[in-house]
């Protein structure tokens, strides 16, 4: 059977990327950027900075602000604790510091962060899976997916959480039905799919950990790359299934220009 365009131009694409792989920011100290203190948390250093540092100190994204008992980051507008640091394993962990915790209905304020032109990522969530919440004109029933969310529905509009895996995908999202909110699980267990909203709350107030910057190299689209075309030689799949797991497994790395491009110029055929 021939290989499919799409296919062909994944393979160019592998034999081109011959770099090394990605990048975590870590621990670098500078003569002029020293370690500093912030609330309880000692011993800081890059990718974190302060205000009044020099430039080129830390990241601008990961600037702290210190009181004597609490350290706080503003991420898209909105204000988080952070209550750890763990360079052993780059990342650091954060709250909601405007959730109230006397508020029994809250919504999550994370705003996704998106690649930059230079392939880096800075402030990605430790685990992969989310909990979406979406909006809907009609009342959405038998789908084992859609979590209620009484206290925030009204008559004429209905709210639900998403926990499953699948489950917060376009493709699955009900017509009547728009996104209104996200914030990324601190949990990574299949036992907790479909979670309810009390479930998600607790979470929220719990918080979740985010990575130091990631710069992807084309190592790392190499790998992507190999993953995806390790499948279609393992099993057979339908044109139409080739589109989805490419698009998928793309951008869930950032890399949506690879799709356009594959797309338009390299279109599956049966």
């Given amino acids: 059977m021939a290989m499919p365009a799409a296919l062909r131009a994944l393979s160019v694409l592998y034999v081109l990327a011959v770099l090394a792989g990605n990048q975590v920011e870590g621990r670098h100290h500078q003569p002029d950027c020293p370690s500093f203190s912030c609330g ?40 988080y604790y952070v209550s750890g640091i763990n360079y052993s394993n780059f990342s ?10 006397h508020n029994s209905c809250p919504l999550p304020r994370w705003n996704p962060p998106y690649p930059h032109d230079n392939m880096e990522v800075e402030l990605d969530p430790l685990v992969d899976t989310r909990a979406c919440f979406v ?5 959405v029933k038998g789908t084992g997916t859609y979590m209620p969310v009484a206290c925030l529905s009204t ?15 376009m493709e699955y999202l009900q017509p009547s039905c728009g996104y209104l909110a996200v914030t990324p699980r601190p949990w990574d267990s299949p036992t907790l799919e479909n979670a309810s909203y009390a479930d998600v709350v607790k979470s929220m107030r719990t918080g979740f950990a985010v990575y130091f910057p990631l ?3 084309r190592e790392t689209i190499k790998g992507c790359l190999r ?6 030689y393992e099993v057979p799949v339908s044109s139409e299934g080739i589109k989805r797991l490419i698009t998928y497994s793309l951008l869930a790395d950032g890399f949506s220009w690879i799709i356009v491009y594959l797309i338009q110029v390299f279109p599956v055929t049966s």
Avoid at 92 to 101: E, G, K, R
Avoid at 135 to 139: A, G
Avoid at 227 to 232: G, L, M
């Fill in 40 to 79: 309880l948390l000692g011993n800081i250093s890059s990718p974190f900075r302060r205000a009044s540092d020099p430039p080129g100190c830390g990241y601008r994204s990961y600037e702290l602000v210190c009181s004597d008992t609490k350290a706080t980051i503003c991420i898209g507008g909105a204000t």
């Fill in 92 to 101: 650091f962990w954060f709250v909601d510091a405007d959730l109230d915790l």
């Fill in 135 to 139: 909006k809907c004109s009609q009342e």
């Fill in 155 to 169: 008559n004429d509009s209905f709210v639900y959480v998403l926990t499953g895996l699948r489950s917060t995908y």
């Fill in 215 to 217: 710069r992807y190299t």
């Fill in 227 to 232: 993953d995806i075309v390790r499948p279609f």
